[in-house]
């Protein structure tokens, strides 16, 4: 059974930042994908980024580009969203999620998920 545990949500002031991290146990992740998706309320959750575990390879969306960094660590089993220059519509709750392969931006392609935290930035 994956479980993915998530942490280092919060609130701060526009122009700030925040890592998330997503700590992740009960399987070898070699051959899986990494993500993280926001969903505000009355919206479909988001793509933000994912990674692929073996190899790195990343993604982003566009609205996060240049401002987030995803990241894992293999030791720990955990994966990172480092969020720089936070705007105030990056509020929203953030989820991390993982997969078989790389399952795009799709969310209801993810299998696995976090149970969430929330990231409130304020103008």
């Known amino acids: 059974q994956v479980q993915l545990v998530e942490s280092g949500g919060g609130l701060v002031q526009a122009g700030g930042s925040l890592r998330l991290s997503c700590a992740a146990s009960?399987?070898?992740?070699?051959?899986?994908?990494m993500g993280w998706f926001r969903q505000t309320p009355g919206k479909e959750r988001e793509f933000v980024a994912a990674?692929?575990?073996?190899?790195?390879?990343?993604y982003y969306a566009d609205s996060v580009k240049g401002r987030f960094t995803i990241s894992r660590d293999n030791a720990k089993n955990t994966f990172y969203l480092q969020m720089n220059t936070l705007k105030p519509e990056d509020t929203a709750v953030y989820y991390c999620a993982a997969d078989v392969g790389y399952s795009g931006s799709n969310y209801q392609l993810w299998k696995y998920w976090g149970q969430g935290t929330q990231v409130t930035v304020s103008s």
């Open positions: 990674i692929r575990w073996s190899g790195g390879r990343t």
């Open positions: 009960g399987r070898t992740f070699s051959s899986y994908a």
